[in-house]
């Protein structure tokens, strides 16, 4: 098998800050005078550190890190967006990159033009997009509006104008950010299946995704990236776990937070999760037990406690409530110092982001807080065999987040 | 191991690394470009293309009245509405290419962050765009000519005595637009090169343009100025020898030598090569300034 992306300790810095006449000057100051800047210089920041990796002609890849890890430096870098700082990569074949999609769609040019020019930008010859002009509206589904200016169309009909185009390039590299995020259900599903077809046809892909379904899916062979530097390489489910054991250390002290409400008899001090094993974590597989150690420490003797925790989505909508009030077990005379900790046995959520609201109160019914923090903690669900059935349900737009167990059948119509 | 690799990403690319062939393969992305640059510009607007003669047309009508009748400024045997389009026309194709270019980062910064392409092809549809418009002045121009042309033969006015001689030279009109271009480009190049980082001087170009036309003859004849210094001076701005090669090609009127062409010939080739090392050298990581 022959090499289709080699990359040598690519390095990338960045420099923080304002520009202006003071940037200007020491700009100049230090080129006359042939002052370097050493590299750990206030300011300065490294995207990018010392990344080497070699990666096989057909083999798809998922990159893989949480937000600033470098990923998006890393394909703008891969694409010629922008040159490393040191280091060097070598590509074999042509590079399409889709870093976002639709990319120079010009509001005033007709679908049609859009198309064209769309697919020039990638990289295409006009004599290429005439070929697969059709199966590209095709695949748009937007055929009676192909020759309307692209600023009427809504935003979903742009994104899967754009996606046709970009899905129906050739390139021996493709390069893709997180594109799928985008679109509704339908589309997403036909976006995975695309991306899959170009997988399966030989073709070498770096794929970044937070979608662990995606990327568990599609991908043979991951990558995580941790504060520019490379953090693990190994198959993508490998690199899944790892990835989710990083998180493990980020405990997040909320003493600080003043965005809390309640009497301050008491205060969260933390909230951790802890899986099946005992071990600290943030990222959990859907249908797994799990553990919720809610920190806190008082100032004088409470007689009683009542726990409140509330799973919500990203944006905050609550979905799920535990209490102990629920199971009425009562947390009476609790040290001044501790956790309460509450057992998940499964957790029913598809796979996302979700935060925890976490409240106390002396009790139940009585909805004055002691101490109430809002978004406490993020937990991240991967996608995981909730069903038994060895198929990962994973979360399109507009699905709900909440996974139960059911079974399916068919049924004739009665006489 | 074998070693064909197609692309080959380095820190720093050696100066004179053109990105010649690249440009070629997005040739059909230049053209489309243009294309769209062509009818973005006037669409929704109701004269659409004629907005590119409105302008120059009443920039000549205006200076034809200032200068010519109010300032009672000389020139030559031409008629003033020849004299000035000519050098409206030619030096408008110039600046427009300054102004487009250098604004290249700043105005494709969305474009530039997201995808790659040769970024050269930007200015390089520009001034195909550019190119089209002054075809559409240059039109309006031929026909003024032809206008006086058939005037001056069939019905003279011996109060106003006009001498217009298109001749041969017209044949090297080819070569001053690319000349302009070449220039313009160069031009445009560096300020884009010069303004990722720091923007003051963009704040400078559409006014710079503006006093460069000033000093490029489009207002008065070279040969009204009598102080051979000055007009030694003047030539150094290699927008004269071509402007005044122009008129010289279609309308018989101009102070130019081949010494003074080939001087501006190799400034504005010098400028452009320049200007296009500068611009090659940015475009690597303008994308973290812009």
């Known amino acids: 098998m022959s090499l289709a992306i080699k990359v040598e300790s690519l390095s990338k810095l960045y420099r923080l800050g304002e520009l202006g006449r003071r940037s200007f000057l020491h700009d100049w100051k230090n080129k006359l005078l042939h002052i370097a800047e050493p590299d750990d210089a206030p300011g300065n920041f490294w995207a990018l550190r010392d990344i080497s990796f070699d990666i096989e002609q057909g083999q798809v890849v998922a990159v893989i890190g949480h937000n600033g890890a470098g990923k998006s430096t890393l394909l703008k870098i891969l694409s010629s967006i922008t040159s490393p700082t040191r280091g060097s990569a070598k590509l074999r074949g042509r590079v399409a990159s889709l870093l976002e999609v639709g990319t120079g769609f010009h509001n005033e040019l007709t679908g049609r033009d859009n198309v064209f020019l769309n697919g020039a930008i990638l990289g295409m010859t006009t004599r290429e997009v005439a070929k697969k002009f059709d199966e590209i509206v095709a695949f748009s589904e937007i055929a009676d509006f192909i020759d309307t200016p692209v600023k009427r169309y809504s935003s979903g009909m742009r994104v899967r104008l754009a996606f046709a185009v970009a899905a129906h390039l050739e390139p021996e590299i493709l390069i893709v950010d997180e594109v799928l995020a985008v679109g509704d259900a339908a589309f997403q599903q036909r976006c995975v299946g695309k991306m899959g077809e170009v997988s399966r046809s030989g073709r070498t892909v770096l794929f970044v995704s937070h979608n662990a379904a995606a990327v568990e899916n599609l991908c043979t062979r991951g990558i995580v990236l941790h504060h520019g530097r490379m953090d693990f390489d190994g198959t993508q489910t490998e690199a899944l776990r790892h990835y989710a054991s990083r998180f493990a250390n980020s405990g997040s002290d909320l003493r600080a937070r003043t965005d809390r409400t309640g009497t301050g008899e008491a205060r969260i001090t933390e909230v951790e999760f802890r899986d099946a094993q005992g071990r600290a974590t943030q990222a959990v597989t859907s249908a797994d037990p799990i553990e919720v150690w809610i920190h806190y420490e008082c100032a004088s003797p409470l007689p009683k406690l009542t726990a409140n925790l509330t799973i919500t989505t990203p944006v905050g909508a609550p979905l799920i409530t535990q209490s102990n009030n629920f199971t009425a077990q009562p947390l009476a005379n609790p040290p001044l110092r501790g956790a309460l900790v509450c057992r998940l046995d499964t957790l029913p959520l598809i796979e996302g982001t979700y935060r925890f609201d976490i409240g106390l109160y002396p009790h139940f019914r009585l909805r004055v807080p002691i101490d109430e923090v809002k978004n406490a903690a993020e937990l991240q669900v991967m996608a995981g065999n909730y069903f038994g059935g060895g198929k990962l349900p994973y979360a399109a737009a507009g699905d709900g987040h909440i996974l139960v167990s059911g079974t399916w059948r068919v049924e004739p119509a009665s006489a | 191991m074998n070693t064909d690799w197609t692309k080959t990403i380095l820190p720093r690319r050696r100066l004179l690394d053109i990105p010649w062939r690249e440009l070629w393969q997005y040739r059909d992305l230049v053209w ?64 427009e290419c300054v102004n487009k270019t250098a604004i290249t980062f700043t105005r494709n910064a969305q474009l530039f962050g997201k995808v790659y392409f040769p970024r050269l092809a930007a200015p390089l549809s520009q001034m195909l765009t550019n190119l089209a418009g002054f075809g559409v002045q240059f039109a309006v121009f031929l026909i003024g000519l032809a206008f006086y042309w058939a005037k001056m033969h069939w019905f003279p006015d011996p109060q106003h005595l006009v001498h217009l001689a298109p001749n041969w030279r017209i044949a090297i009109f080819p070569f001053l637009l690319v000349l302009a271009a070449l220039l313009g480009l160069g031009v445009g190049f560096i300020i884009a090169g010069l303004t990722t980082r720091y923007r003051d001087l963009q704040m400078a170009v559409g006014f710079g343009v503006q006093l460069w036309m000033y000093a490029s003859s489009v207002v008065f004849p070279l040969s009204k100025i009598k102080d051979s210094a000055y007009v030694a001076l003047l030539k150094l701005n290699p927008m004269v020898p071509i402007i005044e090669s122009f008129r010289f090609a279609f309308l018989g009127e101009g102070v130019v030598t081949k010494g003074d062409l080939a001087i501006s010939a190799a400034t504005c080739v010098v400028v452009f090569f320049v200007g296009l090392m500068m611009f090659c050298k940015t475009e690597q990581t303008v994308m973290d300034t812009v």
């Open chain 2, 32 to 95: 489309l470009m243009a294309k769209r640059n062509l009818t973005a510009q006037y669409k929704q607007t109701v004269l659409g293309p004629a907005w590119f003669i409105i302008q120059p047309l009443l920039t000549t009508v205006v200076f034809s009245f200032l200068f010519g009748r109010v300032a009672g400024m000389g020139t030559d045997h031409i008629p003033h509405f020849l004299f000035y389009m000519s050098g409206l026309v030619v030096f408008g194709f110039f600046g």
